[in-house]
């Protein structure tokens, strides 16, 4: 792994890859194996940080690729700004929330991070720097949002940011029995919060199948705030609470899982609304932990998460089931309903998405997931490629059905196949070029 | 690739014909490997055994002709392997020949041919897979010693220190690869119940193909060095090493 200070040394770094290739990595974030490359060349992009321009009058942004999401929120919040688009976590850099399209809870209205660029600048294998932006090359630019890193390295971006009058979220929350309690609630409502998301409990069993707790909300106005937080409405200053030492052994056992959701479905009130909530408690639980991730030992955990059309709610319902009798700890299961999709490989499509948290070292496991691969990929679903380490390749085309046109596009963009991945390798996705060349 | 969850998408079996190799081969199957190789002296005698592995799951089984004492062919059997497969994420080296103790000590030329499959055998094609899994910059090895190389028995030294031989070669190419992502892993069991030793008496503490198959997958997900198979003989391997030689030559064994 190299860390290039600038373009020069990237250049540099690419000029003695090997035939492993390279790849972009950011923070480091993704749970799979999306910006790992085994014997080959990765390169750090967090060292090419920085704010090159923001209009505040405009709410436009440009910004180096490898600045994070915190960087920004730390200059443009006090400004009245905000990021159109935010996955659960700050420490994800501008580049890598491209190549992985991300979403945040917002998708069913405001869609991903894809729909709110001006355009980005994307290294080519040659050397070159391509200008994309979607009116005028929509084909690069649909290939590398959520590209996974394998159309180019993504240089500079510029966004479309979103106007907020104070720093604080105005949130309701409420109690759901069960699953169909649950969807019922966001299928008929959800449009009226920018915001939503519900946690679901996959250890409630037999009538609280599915139970969960669903928050929703948007920036809250001055006029919203008490008059204590009024005084200085766009305060904004993150900090960490707690953070987990090395060599932890793995805590999230069932019985403690089993225990955490019961406390925090009763803590939940049975309805509240208009709670002010600060950004990063609404939308950066976890940050407020450093290193959570060693909660789950050495084994560490596997994330999955799907999407399955709106009609294919069974599919949700099966894999809950699957997951409450198959022994299986979530400590956490995140459930939300997503619009439409963009790039290629874009994960968000129309329809339900169920995120997971899964103790890697539980038997059985693989199998489990592998059935619920094969529900979701017959629903017309697909799971999500930023945070897949175990995925059948075979489901692949029937989950991505645009995968030949973005081979398409990486062939044109790179035909050598110099930007190269674990997952790549792991996935095939450059399987047809080997194909071709044997025939 | 080793997926999030230690399944080997692609394993190669050199003595992929073996008791050993094959129950590891099934073991594997059952765990979600996709692909697996066969390497054997014999790729005719297989076709029951590839039906049988593709019934359990794997995606693609393909058998290869391998002769671990054709060593000059093994370089290019190798790339060949890489070339046509991708990345391999698990080697397992299951051949080996036992020999007759009692013949071999009037037969040299039966002595060297089990000197040269179990140890100048292995030594030839460990080398550039090791090479091929550090340029990956991934994977893992499994290698079959036997506590027969743990200290010399009149009873069968010649087998004995051909995998003493091969052992010694494996702790320190295993220390090698360490930094570079490649785990090695030793595998010793004691008296394996197989077609090798069909024609012996059982002795104590014997083991059977599938017992030494799981402990290797035990191991490889432990990220361990060196594993016994029945894990107790670590401990009494450790006794008989220690014995002094006067005693250690009354013993019957």
Redesign the interface.
Same mark, same amino acid.
């Given at each position: 792994m190299v860390r290039p200070r600038d373009a020069a040394d990237v250049a540099t770094a690419l000029g003695a890859m090997g035939a492993?290739g390279a790849i972009a990595r950011g923070l480091g974030r993704s749970?799979? @194996?999306v910006a790992q #490359?085994?014997?080959?060349l990765v390169l750090d992009m967090t060292a090419q940080r920085g704010i090159e321009r923001f209009d505040e009058d405009e709410g436009i942004l440009a910004a180096l690729a490898g600045t994070s999401i915190d960087d920004i929120l730390r200059a443009i919040v006090p400004r009245g700004w905000f990021l159109p688009v935010t996955p659960g976590t700050r420490f994800v850099t501008l580049g890598g929330a491209i190549a992985n399209d991300v979403h945040g809870k917002n998708h069913h209205g405001d869609g991903s991070l894809g729909d709110h660029l001006v355009g980005f600048e994307l290294l080519l294998p040659d050397g070159q720097v391509r200008q994309v932006a979607l009116a005028s090359d929509p084909e690069t630019y649909e290939a590398t949002l959520g590209g996974l890193g394998l159309t180019g390295i993504i240089v500079r971006a510029t966004v479309r940011l979103l106007p907020i009058g104070t720093s604080w979220t105005r949130v309701d929350t409420e109690r759901a029995v069960d699953l169909e309690d649950l969807m019922g609630r966001m299928a008929s409502d959800d449009h009226r919060y920018r915001y939503s998301v519900a946690w679901v409990d996959c250890l409630a069993r037999g009538r609280s199948l599915g139970r969960g707790v669903l928050t929703r909300g948007d920036h809250a106005t001055r006029e919203e705030l008490p008059s204590a937080l009024a005084r200085d409405p766009l305060v904004y200053s993150p900090r960490m609470l707690a953070s987990v030492p090395p060599g932890v052994p793995n805590v999230v056992t069932r019985a403690a899982a089993r225990s955490f959701n019961e406390v925090w479905f009763r803590k939940a009130p049975r309805e509240e609304r208009g709670r002010i909530t600060s950004l990063t408690s609404f939308f950066y639980p976890l940050d407020a932990i450093a290193d959570w991730n060693r909660l789950y030992g050495r084994r560490g955990f596997?994330q999955h998460q799907f999407v399955v059309p709106f009609g294919q709610e069974r599919v949700v319902e099966t894999a809950v089931e699957l997951l409450s009798s198959g022994g299986s700890a979530s400590f956490l299961a995140v459930l939300k309903r997503f619009g439409p999709g963009r790039g290629m490989l874009s994960f968000p499509a129309p329809g339900w998405t169920l995120a997971l948290d899964l103790p890697?070292g539980q038997p059985g *496991?693989?199998q489990l *997931? @592998?059935r619920i691969d094969r529900l979701v990929a017959e629903a017309g679903g697909r799971v999500y490629l930023a945070k @897949?380490?175990?995925l #059948?390749p075979?489901l692949l085309p029937d989950m991505y059905p645009d995968l030949d046109r973005w081979m398409d596009a990486r062939e044109r963009l790179d035909p050598g196949h110099a930007w190269r991945s @674990?997952l790549e390798?792991?996935l095939g996705l450059g399987a047809r070029q080997?194909k071709d060349a044997l025939t | 690739m080793k997926d999030g969850l230690g399944r080997y998408g692609t394993a190669l079996f050199l003595g992929g014909g073996s008791d050993i190799g094959l129950a590891t081969a099934r073991a594997l199957v059952a765990r979600g490997t996709q692909k697996v190789v066969l390497a054997a002296r014999s790729p005719d005698e297989l076709a029951l055994q590839v039906e049988e592995l593709r019934a359990r799951g794997a995606a693609e089984v393909e058998v290869v002709p391998f002769d671990a004492l054709a060593t000059a062919s093994h370089e290019a059997f190798v790339d060949e392997m890489f070339e046509r497969f991708g990345d391999v994420d698990l080697v397992v080296l299951a051949f080996g020949v036992l020999g007759d103790q009692h013949a071999m000590e009037k037969d040299t030329a039966a002595a060297l041919e089990v000197a040269r499959t179990n140890y100048v055998g292995a030594v030839s094609v460990l080398l550039p897979v090791a090479r091929k899994l550090r340029e990956q910059g991934h994977g893992a090895i499994a290698v079959l010693s036997s506590v027969a190389g743990e200290r010399g028995r009149r009873s069968n030294f010649v087998y004995g220190s051909s995998k003493a031989g091969l052992d010694v070669f494996c702790q320190g190419l295993g220390d090698l690869l360490a930094g570079e992502g490649v785990q090695l892993l030793v595998v010793r069991p004691g008296f394996v119940r197989s077609k090798m030793t069909a024609h012996l008496d059982p002795v104590p503490f014997s083991t059977t193909p599938g017992a030494v198959a799981r402990a290797i997958l035990v191991g490889l997900e432990r990220k361990a060095d060196v594993v016994w198979v029945p894990s107790k003989l670590r401990w009494v391997m450790s006794g008989l090493r220690h014995l002094p030689r006067t005693v250690f030559r009354r013993l019957e064994i």
């Open positions: 492993r749970y799979g @194996d #490359n085994g014997g080959g596997v890697a *496991l693989a *997931l @592998d @897949d380490a175990r #059948n075979a @674990d390798r792991r080997r | -």
